[in-house]
């Protein structure tokens, strides 16, 4: 089944504390990316990767960390958490073909307290 | 600068009568257009799209119209039902660039 898989779901942390969440696809897609969705916001692009070991800022990139060193992986991390980095995280993929959709991930709930 | 927008952020309608929400984008240089939908708890999932060569793409219940000339595109879901309820993001993107541009979405809910 072709998915996006993020971990974890929920989490719950406190300001300043290192953490890491995980993405990967199984669709061998080349474009990766990461959104947070706020109320009122919709849905805004963090950061995103064309392929591996390319990556670029997105709308709202201040705060966070990427990485792509494999196809099928992009971690989203945040070195040092704060309290308005609390959101709703989605990780998409997509193929380099043209006209395409991407793939969601379920989410994962962030709360840095 | 927002350029998808989607001003309608609630809709509410009857069973089984017809949903249209609207988007609007500044952007004259997209040139794909995406509906998705989105459940509580769950991740985005792609309902349907619109080339800019087309003005019409029709997917079962679900219709996209696009007008170039105004920047506007609208969805049509006919009949509407109370599995629809959710809410409903307006994406675009252009050329050969991945990026999707999302609007702030639309709470569709559907009473039966």
């Known amino acids: 089944e072709a998915q996006v898989t993020q971990n974890p779901r929920y989490l719950i942390t406190v300001t300043g504390k290192k953490l890491t969440v995980t993405c990967s696809q199984n669709m061998n897609h080349e474009y990766m990316s990461w959104y947070r969705q706020d109320p009122g916001l919709g849905l805004r692009q963090i950061y995103y990767s064309m392929n591996v070991e390319v990556t670029d800022k997105g709308d709202v990139p201040e705060g966070y960390k990427v990485s792509r060193k494999e196809k099928r992986n992009f971690p989203l991390i945040l070195e040092s958490p704060s309290p308005n980095q609390t959101s709703l995280y989605f990780c998409?993929?997509?193929?380099?073909?043209?006209?395409?959709?991407?793939?969601f991930g379920q989410g994962t709930r962030l709360t840095v307290v | 600068d927002q350029q998808v927008k989607q001003n309608s952020p609630s809709l509410s309608v009857q069973e089984g009568r017809i949903s249209i929400l609207n988007c609007d984008y500044t952007?004259?240089?997209?040139?794909?257009f995406l509906w998705y939908k989105k459940y509580p708890a769950e991740g985005p999932t792609f309902l349907i799209s619109i080339s800019s060569i087309k003005d019409k793409n029709e997917d079962g219940r679900f219709t996209v119209f696009l007008n170039k000339s105004a920047k506007h595109l609208s969805l049509h879901i006919v009949p509407s039902q109370p599995g629809d309820s959710a809410v409903y993001f307006c994406a675009a993107k252009r050329g050969s660039n991945y990026k999707l541009t999302f609007g702030k979405g639309t709470l569709l809910t559907v009473n039966p």
């Open positions: 998409a993929s997509s193929s380099a073909a043209m006209n395409t959709e991407a793939f």
């Open positions: 952007n004259s240089m997209f040139d794909y």
